[in-house]
């Protein structure tokens, strides 16, 4: 293994861990080194992270909040700063590479004071604050999707890469998509890494209203936040509807594979995965994002006939039980929009970026055959 790491830096949420944890592998299966910095949030991933060495360096976000708040998060990204330059001199990594969120802003201004190479990758159709203000600043943008807009003067750095997704999802994506035989309809609602509230105050309440014989052909996994599992639970045993309800399945993908319908928000992640295993989709995208990302990323899976976007004020009970009469006795149409999300999923985009990270690097015997 070259001893040089390549250092990923990625903010504390799924969203931000799973495609570094993508990179990690491809990166470890050409005999690099990988170390991670990250966040306190992050240490609850650590388990699975494939890095030799994970550090935890201070950052803040300097958005919102009084000026105060906005003062402190700032001082706190200039001690973390200075933390990751003191890190990358003791660690000495080939690159650099981050995955978004303000965790990333350290390390990333570190390397460049100090020359090292770098990238960032962005995930989401419209690049986020801490990206946008790093953007300048590195050698190479890996785009997850090809909707990605820049401006003019950083466009000869981007490459579109795709979102890195990790092995799990990729063993998933050689599930066909599921049959029809038994008469059932398996539906996975999701609502991103933390949940979604919306999706627990909706869909039990749709499922109720379907007309008995549809209620009696649907089954639900469903994502729910712990303090809502309960009322979830006993809206579907009163509906006589069978449901799986948890706050967290480790096997996501695989419940992903098996579901013939998905009806989530519009996370970078979720819309990759969606179209690396080819499911059709009902996305809701989160309303009040500043900078209305997940709106952006359903609009490329919507655009390729893979899923249909749904404003959260159009998101209701009476909407969704409609939908889902349609749904249940369209097969043929659902089959049909599985494929069109699988022609655009990027199954191989950890090896991409992998690529991509070692030209920066200027680490050429290591790139794939």
């Known amino acids: 293994m070259i001893d040089s790491p390549i250092l990923l830096a990625a903010g504390g949420t799924g969203g931000h861990l799973f495609p570094a944890e993508a990179l990690a592998h491809a990166l470890a299966a050409r005999g690099l080194a990988v170390e991670l910095v ?22 803040g976000t300097p958005r919102g909040g009084s000026l105060l708040a906005k003062a402190q998060a700032v001082a706190r990204l200039a001690l973390g700063t200075a933390q990751a330059a003191a890190l990358l001199r003791q660690v000495k990594p080939a690159a650099v590479i981050g995955f978004g969120g303000y965790p990333t802003v350290p390390p990333l201004l570190a390397a460049s004071y100090l020359g090292v190479p770098s990238a960032l990758h962005e995930a989401n159709g419209v690049m986020g604050k801490a990206n946008r203000f790093l953007a300048g600043r590195v050698d190479r943008i890996a785009a997850g999707l ?59 309440a749709a499922v109720a209203a379907l007309p008995d014989a549809l209620r009696a052909k649907i089954s639900v996994v469903q994502q729910a936040r712990p303090e809502d599992i309960a009322r979830v639970e006993a809206l579907y045993a009163g509906a006589g509807v069978g449901a799986e309800i948890a706050p967290f399945f480790a096997d996501f993908p695989a419940r992903l594979a ?23 989709a009902m996305l809701v995208p989160l309303p009040h994002a500043l900078d209305q990302d997940q709106a952006a990323n359903a609009a490329f899976l919507e655009a390729a006939g893979g899923a249909e976007t749904v404003r959260q004020s159009d998101f209701t009970p009476e909407f969704l039980t409609r939908r889902l009469c349609d749904l249940i006795n369209a097969p043929a149409q659902l089959s049909a929009r599985a494929e069109a999300a699988r022609r655009v999923g990027v199954a191989d985009a950890a090896d991409r970026l992998a690529d991509l990270i070692i030209d920066v690097a200027r680490i050429g015997a290591t790139k794939r055959s």
């Not at 820049?150 to 795709?162: D, F």
């Not at 098996?258 to 059709?280: D, K, M, N, Q």
């Open 258 to 280: 098996a579901a013939h319908y998905v009806i989530t928000r519009a996370g970078a992640s979720t819309v990759s995965e969606l179209a690396v295993i080819g499911r059709p």
């Open 38 to 59: 990250t966040e306190e949030r992050a240490l609850r991933y650590g388990g699975a992270f494939p890095a030799r060495a994970m550090h935890v360096i201070p950052a």
């Open 146 to 204: 090809p909707t990605l807009a820049v401006p003019a003067a950083l466009q000869s750095k981007v490459i579109v890469t795709g979102n890195p997704v990790r092995p799990n999802v990729l063993e998933a994506a050689e599930t066909p998509y599921p049959s029809f035989d038994d008469g059932m309809f398996r539906l996975l609602v999701a609502g991103g890494s933390q949940g979604a509230r919306v999706m627990a105050d909706i869909v039990p």
